[in-house]
């Protein structure tokens, strides 16, 4: 079946650091990409839309300056935290879905757990 | 808005205990409703999508049906390895391709 992998899967940082997180989708093509946010014991949430080859659609209250997020190719889209303070602490996981076929579920990483010190 | 909501937030329930997790939602037009699970530290495990009212989906143990207004997760028999959160989430027929995603249920299954 479909794989998406996510690394690194942890990562551990002083606070003002910037951290790059990789996604790839490893046996489909995805022109859009998802990145969630999720908190102890919450449920996922969207921060933004990554669509290959343009800029990122992102959702309310997420800050596109402190998260930067690139998509260069149909298997590869990259989250990157700029200067990750504490707040910022949390577990990522990305998502694509197969391009052809839209009704295709999401698929998932495992996920990356940021701790920034 | 859409919005989901996932009760109960948490289950203990008793090998071999059947039991039903449900999923309210409300959405501008349903392009799909998708169950997955999630294991502690993982990313969510795709189970299911439904597409429309009376539809039925089956795996193993476990067996997702689908109304207007809601989903239930039936549960048949559990193990100890089914202990995980289940997560439903919607995706709308129009605007916003990403899913919507409720709170999540905490199952334990205790041997």
């Known amino acids: 079946g479909a794989v998406v992998s996510q690394h690194p899967s942890w990562v551990i940082c002083k606070s003002g650091t910037s951290v790059k997180i990789e996604c790839r989708s490893l046996?489909?093509?995805?022109?859009?990409m998802f990145w969630y946010r999720q908190f102890p014991k919450q449920s996922l949430m969207l921060m933004a839309t990554?669509?290959?080859?343009?800029?990122?659609?992102?959702e309310q209250g997420v800050e596109k300056d402190k998260f930067l997020i690139n998509h260069a190719s149909l298997t590869l889209s990259t989250l990157t935290v700029t200067s990750a303070h504490p707040e910022d602490s949390s577990f990522y996981i990305c998502?694509?879905?197969?391009?052809?076929?839209?009704?295709?579920?999401?698929?998932f990483g495992d996920g990356t757990r940021l701790s920034i010190l | 808005e859409d919005q989901v909501t996932q009760s109960p937030e948490a289950l203990r329930l008793q090998e071999g205990e059947s039991s039903s997790l449900n999923c309210s939602y409300t959405?501008?037009?349903?392009?799909?409703l998708f169950w997955y699970r999630q294991d502690p530290g993982k990313g969510p495990e795709f189970l299911f999508t439904?597409?429309?009212a009376g539809e039925e989906k089956e795996k193993e143990r476990l067996k997702a049906t689908l109304t207007k207004k809601e989903s239930f997760l039936h549960i048949t028999a559990p193990k100890p390895e089914d202990s995980a959160t289940y997560l439903c989430?919607?995706?709308?027929?129009?605007?916003?391709?990403?899913?919507?995603f409720g709170s999540g249920t905490r199952l334990q299954v205790q041997p």
């Open positions: 998502s694509a879905r197969d391009s052809e076929y839209s009704n295709q579920p999401q698929h």
């Open positions: 046996d489909f093509q995805a022109t859009t």
């Open positions: 990554s669509n290959e080859g343009s800029k990122a659609t992102y």
């Open positions: 959405v501008s037009g349903l392009r799909g």
């Open positions: 439904l597409y429309s």
């Open positions: 989430a919607v995706r709308p027929a129009t605007g916003r391709r990403a899913l919507t």
